[in-house]
């Protein structure tokens, strides 16, 4: 099964900045849209940002203008840029990709990582 690994969360006060990144590895023919989703204790996950094979983003009206997601398609690997940093912006954040791992069936299948915690306080 394809895995996705996310890395570079932490704590961070708030106006402050992070970098998420992750890695896709495993039985990989290609890989279209990719993004990442938060969820904050209490509520429901929630998209962030998401990207196409192309490189067309997509953001949440409340990360708008302060985050920006990019990837890499030779190294199958997503990142999103994380400034100005708000408490409402701590939850632990997971990376998705769709996923095409067979030469024979066109399908896309759904993957996410594990999730990485960020903490936004003073």
């Known amino acids: 099964q394809v895995r996705l690994v996310e890395s570079g969360g932490g704590l961070v006060q708030p106006g402050g900045s992070l970098r998420l990144s992750c890695a896709a590895s495993?039985?990989?023919?290609?890989?279209?849209?990719m993004g990442w989703y938060r969820q904050a204790p209490g509520k429901e996950r929630e998209l962030v940002a998401r990207i196409s094979s192309t490189g067309s983003a997509n953001y949440a009206d409340s990360v708008k203008g302060r985050f920006t997601i990019s990837r890499d398609n030779a190294k199958n690997t997503v990142d999103l840029q994380m400034n100005s940093l708000k408490p409402e912006d701590t939850a632990v954040y997971y990376c998705?990709?769709?996923?095409?791992?067979?030469?024979?069936?066109?399908?896309?299948?759904?993957?996410w990582g594990q999730g990485t915690l960020v903490t936004v306080s003073s």
């Open positions: 998705n990709a769709d996923v095409k791992s067979s030469l024979w069936n066109p399908t896309y299948v759904e993957r």
């Open positions: 495993g039985i990989i023919i290609r890989i279209g849209d």
